[in-house]
């Protein structure tokens, strides 16, 4: 048996913070806002995995106003929301996600966090793609990164 899930996040950017997506930290002069680290890549990917399985979605299992996850690290996070994920008895086949940033350059860290990605996932970088896209300036713009991810998950046990 196949399950299907989306996932879908945003950030604003700010500065002073961290821009962490993947788990891998970008060099720029503005990061994402959140109480978590804001890695949106990770957020998206993590419910996705639950949605493909009718689990709640991240922010139920991990509040935003909980102390314990301030400033958290989201690939750690994914790692958890995905030990629940295997726990229902299935597991990822594959996992596609964009990346929707009219800024920075994301090409360059593209692999990196694929490889991040699929490690916290236990699962090999084929089964784990990556892509970013600009919104040609009409959607979000330069205010923030938007991730939406979709994965393929199936019955192991
Ligand atoms: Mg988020």
């Keep these: ?7 879908y996040d945003v950030h604003r950017f700010a ?27 990770c957020h998206a990917l993590a419910d996705a995995l639950f949605g493909a399985v ?9 509040p935003d106003n909980d102390p314990q996850y301030e400033g958290a690290n989201s690939l750690e996070l994914l790692r ?9 008895g299935f597991a990822l086949v594959n996992a596609d996600c964009t990346i929707v ?21 236990g699962t090999d970088i084929l089964s784990v793609n990556i892509k970013a896209t600009t919104e040609e300036g009409l959607g979000i713009g330069g205010a923030g990164i938007a991730v939406h991810a979709v994965v393929l998950l199936e019955k192991i046990k």
């Design 1 to 7: 048996m196949m399950r299907i899930g989306h996932g």
């Design 15 to 41: 500065a002073g913070r961290r821009l962490v997506l993947g788990g891998v930290e970008i060099p720029y002069e503005e990061g994402l806002l959140g109480h978590s680290d804001a890695d949106a890549l």
């Design 54 to 62: 009718c689990l709640p979605d991240i922010g139920r299992h991990f």
């Design 80 to 88: 958890r929301c995905y030990d629940e994920v295997l726990g229902t």
């Design 101 to 121: 940033a009219e800024r920075p350059k994301l090409a360059p860290y593209i692999e990196a966090m694929r490889a991040s990605v699929a490690a916290a996932l």
